[in-house]
């Protein structure tokens, strides 16, 4: 069972090291997209990706 959440602990803290890095570059750099537009993309290519390792 320590396993278990091992990959979703480490998908929330990739989710939070891109938002916090998202708001760190805005304040450099034009964003198009909002901060949660740009987290939730890649919450599903995390879990697109994770999707498509498994059937493979």
């Known amino acids: 069972m320590s396993g278990a959440y091992d990959g979703a602990i480490l998908l929330g803290l990739l ?16 964003v198009p997209w909002t901060t949660s537009g740009i987290a ?3 919450v599903v290519l995390v879990l697109l ?5 498994t059937t493979t």
Do not use: D, E, S
């Not at 989710?15 to 034009?30: D, N, P, S, Y």
């Not at 990706?49 to 390792?53: I, V």
């Open 49 to 53: 990706l994770w999707a498509y390792q």
């Open 40 to 42: 939730v993309f890649f």
């Open 15 to 30: 989710v939070l090291f891109v938002v916090l890095g998202i708001r760190w570059l805005r304040k450099r750099v034009h």
